[in-house]
């Protein structure tokens, strides 16, 4: 890891100078500012906000970056990760990505200049932080990974079988006799890349089932966009007869769509959700769902994520857990057409 002394050496100046060049760089000349800037890209230098702590040591605390504070998920994820890291003696400091590897790449640098030990990270779609999270890698910062990991990836990590659990949706859907299924969000690889989005089709395909392309839409995991989704499913032709949340955010959405249009589940509609949140057992009637090993994914990423720290061996880098199917009163045949 290059230090500001490096810094000064490259670009010919002293420590203090080179310093000054962060803190006060109105106060050095054009040239002597555009070599220490000129150093500083070489050697990718960042500063250590806790160096005066750290002098050197590891750090106890650890990043977590989540998709979305909004995203109950997450907010259960944090608490258990929380806990185990907290018995070996681990500090959690939380940041979101918003899903976007470009917020993605800002929080990496944030997190480094805090000098994290490690980072659990649920990856933001696109590839703007891939070079720095290698760098990082090779810095030895230790990276788990959780509920999405990108093909090109290979860090530790902890994944829900999402293909198996879009299997396990679709196929109740099917068996109660539904053929017009729409799943909340598109397969896109560059902005909605996710294992449900993509094998949703796939799954459907292998019942003989077609997924028109009025159906498909890239769109966002926030309530807000499967609320206009579902509006704008509902407002076709021949709209589906069953609906699949691909998270429980999506899920209220949803719910709060059909509300709207005065629809009632499951006489009119069918409504399915990954996510067993509080609220999707409260309604009336409760929604059938795809209940995640939150607190067990949780579990797993930490301890991963502590073998690295503790340079144990991983004999299972990325664990694979399933999800489990929770019938309720939220899904039924449909209504004859």
Known sequence: MPTIQDVAR???????????????????TPDTLARVQTAIAQLHYEPDQRAGSLRGGQSNTVG???GSILEPFFAQFARTAAHVLADAGYTLIISENEYSAARELTELRRLYGQRVAGILLRPGYGTDSHEYLGRLISR???ITEYDYRPPTHDAPSVMLDNRAA??????????????????????????????????????????????????????????????????????????????????GTQASGAYRALRERGLHLPHDISLISFDNYHWTALVDPPITV???????MARQAAN???????????TRPH???????????????????
Not at 307 to 314: A, F, K, P, R
């Open 319 to 337: 664990v694979i857990l399933s999800a489990r199917l929770i019938e309720r009163g939220s899904t039924a045949p449909p209504r004859p057409d």
């Open 64 to 66: 977590l970056i989540v």
């Open 140 to 142: 030895g910062v230790a």
């Open 166 to 247: 879009v299997q396990q949706a679709v196929t109740h859907l099917h068996a109660l006799g539904h053929r017009r299924v729409a799943a909340l969000g598109t397969y896109d690889p560059r902005s909605h890349p996710e294992e449900r989005s993509r094998a949703f089709p796939e799954v459907m395909a292998a019942l003989g089932l077609h997924v028109p392309p009025e159906y498909q839409r890239v769109t966002l995991l926030t309530e807000d966009s499967a609320y206009r989704l579902t509006h704008d499913l509902l407002a076709l032709p021949n709209p589906p007869t069953a609906l699949l949340a691909l998270t």
């Open 290 to 296: 795809l209940e995640q090993p939150v607190e067990e």
């Open 304 to 314: 991963l994520m502590l073998t690295q720290l503790g340079q144990g061996v991983i």
């Open 10 to 28: 490259l670009a010919g100046v002293s420590p203090t100078t080179a310093k000054r060049a962060l803190k006060e760089p109105d106060k050095l």
